[in-house]
Each structure stands twice: as structure tokens, then as C-alpha cells.
Nanobody, 115 residues
Framework: QVQLVESGGGLVQPGGSLRLSCAAS????????MGWYRQAPGKQRELVTV???????NYVDSVKGRFTISRDGIANMVYLQMNSLSPEDTAVYYC?????????WGRGTQVTGSS
């Protein structure tokens, strides 16, 4: 089993930045694809970004140029740097691990971009 815990969410002014962290326990993440998803009120959970085991990232168009995913295999951590936040980014953000189709989720962390 893989246990994932997100942290770093909070309230930020529009245009501000946050860095989310996803800490894994129980197993090493180095061979897994990792991702960040988000779920806004009244909307389905959506993919934000993924990074494969080789470190190659992909992003949805709405966050390209603003968000950056990274991973630290030694620390067993995944990060999401979020810049230029807006109210449209308000959501619960979830960390995901994907091991050949077997998916694990964290509990989520709230991000609110509001004045």
C-alpha cells in the first residue's frame, strides 16, 4: 500500500503563489507516475499535471506556464509549485500515485485563491 499526504494549501491573494507537497509513506515512489488533480465545488475531479518515473511532466492548458510539478525520489516527495493563482484555481488538490494502472490517492489539501 501507498499512503499519500498533501500539505501546503491555504488562502492566497490572486497573483500569489503556493507550493504543495505530497509525502509518501510505506513504499518508494521512484518507479511510479505521479500526478496532481483538483476538484472545485460543484465540479468533477480533474487532472492538473502528471510526471512519469523518468521525470517528464505534462500539464493541462489552464496551468501551463504557471504550475510546475517536480519529484524527489530520495525524500519520497512530489511537489506542485503554483504561481499566478486566481480564484479559478480554488479547489481541493489531490496527490495521485499510479503504478501500472493501480492508483493511490491522498486526502487532499484546500487551495483558495481569493482576495
Amino acid at each position: 500500500q501507498v499512503q499519500l499526504v498533501e500539505s501546503g494549501g491555504g488562502l492566497v491573494q490572486p497573483g500569489g503563489s503556493l507550493r504543495l507537497s505530497c509525502a509518501a509513506s510505506g513504499r518508494t515512489l521512484s518507479l511510479y507516475s505521479m500526478g496532481w488533480y483538483r476538484q472545485a465545488p460543484g465540479k468533477q475531479r480533474e487532472l492538473v499535471t502528471v510526471i512519469n518515473a523518468a521525470g517528464s511532466p505534462n500539464y493541462v492548458d489552464s496551468v501551463k506556464g504557471r504550475f510546475t510539478i517536480s519529484r524527489d525520489g530520495i525524500a519520497n516527495m512530489v511537489y506542485l509549485q503554483m504561481n499566478s493563482l486566481s480564484p479559478e484555481d480554488t479547489a481541493v488538490y489531490y496527490c495521485q500515485a499510479n503504478d501500472r494502472g493501480r492508483v493511490y490517492w491522498g486526502r487532499g489539501t484546500q487551495v483558495t485563491g481569493s482576495s
